[in-house]
């Protein structure tokens, strides 16, 4: 039998920021285990040909007993919990374990949608009555995951933190511990809102929000500063506040440009295209890679402007 590298051994060692966060990697809510519990029974497959009972001794699914005696093998234990089959014992530990094996059995469960998802187990999908594609499972999964506000996704049958992916680490986290100022409170707000809106799916709204992070993030540091900008001025007109009053030092206009270009024709565009000025008889549907990427591109201009804004000399002065 092979060793599997456990999430939790790969985890021991890994440093933990003090930076806030958008998500929380040390609670798994009750909700959140009986919905992966009815997905997994869904992908796995029931316990027994019966869900709860067997006719005939090889009719118990296996691949619960792999993922019970691999989780077994790894942590040295004799056995987990009560139960007539793997399976029953396996989701029954997965009701109330702590979070670091719960997260554990979520990748052997995943590897599990994997290995049934697999050609070779058509047969064994109609008998243990297997009703969710694996893929679908495994994206359902994610999706509950940052519905709940989890910090962790499923690559394949990979499970990762999401602050351990560069982005968010190096950039939606210092955006977020860059806002935690009383100062800043508004964009904050924003920047928090629009990950609410897409962790609950709904994109359109998250992009708006990161938007107006970003318009609200310059007109704080405007108002800091003292520079004058008109009310209503949109993302084109803050930057020509934020250049003329030398937001960013003199040496960067020229290579600046392509940032401007960037916000430009990235935040507000998608914005103005996807999220704003109504949606017309037909309802717009902003895909999540969308959203994610609003996010992301809004959390790089909320660390470069308000880290400039530390150094900054005003042409005026």
Not at 63 to 89: P, V
Not at 181 to 202: I, M, N, S, T, V
Request: charged letters at 25%; a neutral charge; glycine letters at 8%.
């Amino acid at each position: 039998m092979r060793v599997f590298d456990l999430f939790s051994k790969r985890q021991a060692d890994a440093a933990k920021s003090g930076a806030s966060d958008v998500y929380q990697y040390d609670d798994i809510p009750k909700n959140l285990r009986v919905q992966v519990k009815q997905i997994a029974i869904e992908a796995v497959g029931k316990v027994g040909a019966h869900g709860d009972r067997m006719i005939r001794g090889d009719e118990e699914n296996d691949l619960w007993f792999q993922i019970e005696r691999t989780y077994l093998r790894e942590k040295g234990l004799e056995g987990i919990a009560q139960g007539d089959f793997a399976g029953n014992r396996v989701l029954a530990f997965m009701r109330e374990c702590p979070t670091a094996d719960w997260l554990d059995f979520l990748e052997l469960v995943a590897l599990g949608i994997e290995i049934m998802a697999g050609d070779e187990h058509h047969y064994q999908r109609q008998t243990w009555q297997v009703s969710t594609p694996g893929q679908a499972a495994i994206d359902e999964i994610n999706y509950r995951l940052r519905q709940a506000g989890v910090g962790y996704q499923l690559e394949g049958a990979r499970l990762i933190r999401v602050d351990s992916q560069y982005v968010h680490a190096e950039v939606v986290k210092p955006a977020l511990a860059l806002l935690s100022g009383q100062d800043f409170e508004g964009p904050r707000q924003e920047f928090l809102a629009a990950h609410k809106h897409y962790r609950a799916g709904e994109h359109r709204q998250a992009v708006a929000m990161a938007a107006n992070a970003v318009e609200s993030t310059f007109k704080a540091i405007f108002d800091q500063k003292g520079w004058a900008y008109q009310k209503g001025a949109r993302i084109s007109d803050l930057l020509k506040v934020a250049r003329a009053n030398a937001l960013w030092p003199d040496y960067l206009d020229a290579s600046f440009d392509q940032l401007v270009a960037t916000i430009q024709s990235g935040l507000p565009k998608i914005r103005d295209n996807d999220a704003s000025h109504g949606q017309g008889a037909t309802p717009k549907n902003v895909p999540g890679y969308i959203a994610a990427y609003a996010l992301h591109l809004a959390a790089s201009k909320i660390v470069f402007i308000t880290e400039a804004a530390k150094i900054s000399i005003s042409r005026t002065a």
